[in-house]
């Protein structure tokens, strides 16, 4: 019987780390340019704003990283709310992440061990790494998404993502 308990309770803690579709998780679907879920873009998307934000905060003291770390705090935060408008303007059923996915967090704990020049390309690497893969959900969402207030929303975020991509990319190595 307690190792019923335990099972259960195991499977209620675990469940949150897996609620992205395996799919999209495993880059499946990336790979096969292949629509995310609804609730795997709405994941996806806060995720990213979650990382971009926290392991730009860690940036903000580089003097090197310092203007780009600002305006990917101003922009995440600002996709974030539009986001959670969205989705409660449309009355989506989805419980938005609180707090970035274990790998994100993995990164972040990463950052956080590093100083000056190292800090600075792994911040630079993260950032292309993440752009990248934000703007491939977004671009895939835009064309094939299930639900028109996102798929408008994903699309008219493309550009920003891009531009995001494209500075990240420029920044100090």
Not at 11 to 30: D, K, Q, Y
Not at 40 to 60: K, N, R, Y
Not at 124 to 130: G, M, N, V
Request: charged share 25%.
């Amino acid at each position: 019987m307690k190792k019923t308990y335990f099972l259960v309770a195991a499977l209620c803690v675990a469940t949150p780390a897996f609620a992205e579709s395996l799919p999209e998780r495993t880059g499946i679907n990336s790979a096969m340019g292949i629509a995310p879920k609804t609730d795997d873009f709405i994941q996806g998307a806060v995720w990213s704003d979650l990382f971009e934000i926290q392991s730009s905060q860690q940036a903000l003291s580089e003097p090197s990283l310092k203007d780009f770390a600002s305006k990917m705090i101003e922009d995440h935060h600002k996709t974030s709310a539009e986001l959670k408008q969205i989705v409660s303007d449309n009355n989506i059923n989805n419980m938005l992440p609180v707090d970035v996915d274990e790998s994100s967090q993995k990164k972040l704990d990463t950052l956080h061990g590093l100083h000056d020049e190292s800090f600075v390309r792994q911040y630079r690497q993260d950032q292309i790494t993440t752009h990248e893969n934000a703007l491939s959900l977004f671009q895939r969402y835009a064309k094939n998404g299930d639900n028109p207030a996102l798929k408008k929303w994903a699309a008219s975020t493309v550009p920003t993502l891009e531009e995001h991509l494209r500075l990240a990319k420029n920044l100090p190595q």
